[in-house]
């Protein structure tokens, strides 16, 4: 039962470009999201979060849009750059369960020349 | 920077064989975890521990058991592996929902 589902598993785009990378949930007890990006041979990353009380978070390139009624949340990378291949993944936690982050299936970002 | 090392990078083992994959931090943080990561699949947590001595079963813990017996080391052990372990294994330690991941290490069981 995944609770958290990337349903792209690939993504290709041109540099310069903007990337938008989904991810939808199915738990109504998740109340904070991360994304974390892989290289490959690497440990994930973390490169944005945000929380369920706020819709939208800005970092640099990279902002999280998050929509609670539709239980889906959003990547988007303005402007793609070579750099940004990886793969994504988008993680949530719920209510009362600390540390414990459930990941997502991730999409592989390809962002070409 | 947290760092989070895991023992070894590609491991081949033969079905039936006992397995120890270590992860070792060095931040003091409490919360460790065990992932495995498969094609279309994510991301799965085998193993959470939230102290010494504590541990607690993820979403697939079955083939699988740990131990924590110091703060900074947490170990996955497969009892029996199987083919269907064959997989990339991830180590995390966290202080809060700040994760930090080891490399990864590659297992497969022949």
């Known amino acids: 039962d995944q609770q958290v589902k990337q349903n792209s598993p690939s993504l290709s785009v041109q540099e310069g470009r903007i990337s938008i990378l989904n991810c939808d949930y199915t738990n109504s007890m998740f109340d904070y999201f991360l994304w974390y990006k892989k290289y490959p041979a690497e440990g994930p990353t973390f490169l944005i979060s945000?929380?369920?009380?706020?819709d939208k978070n800005e970092d640099g390139r990279f902002t999280v849009f998050l929509n609670k009624s539709a239980k889906h949340l959003s990547l988007h990378i303005v402007p793609s750059q070579p750099g940004d291949s990886a793969v994504y993944f988008c993680a949530a936690r719920a209510t009362g369960t600390a540390s414990k982050l459930t990941f997502g299936t991730g999409t592989r970002l390809q962002v070409t020349l | 920077d947290v760092k989070v090392t895991q023992s070894s990078r590609y491991l081949v083992k033969r079905t039936g064989e006992k397995v120890f994959l270590e992860c070792v931090q060095d931040m003091d943080h409490e919360n460790m975890f065990w992932y495995r990561q498969d094609p279309g699949l994510g991301l799965r947590l085998i193993y959470f521990s939230y102290d010494v001595k504590m541990k607690e079963k993820g979403d697939i813990p079955e083939g699988y058991s740990v131990s924590r017996e110091k703060k900074e080391r947490f170990s996955l052990i497969l009892e029996s592996a199987s083919t269907n372990q064959t997989s990339m294994y991830l180590c995390a330690s966290a202080l809060g929902y700040g994760y930090t991941f080891g490399s990864g290490t590659r297992l497969t069981v022949v």
């Open positions: 945000i929380s369920s009380i706020k």
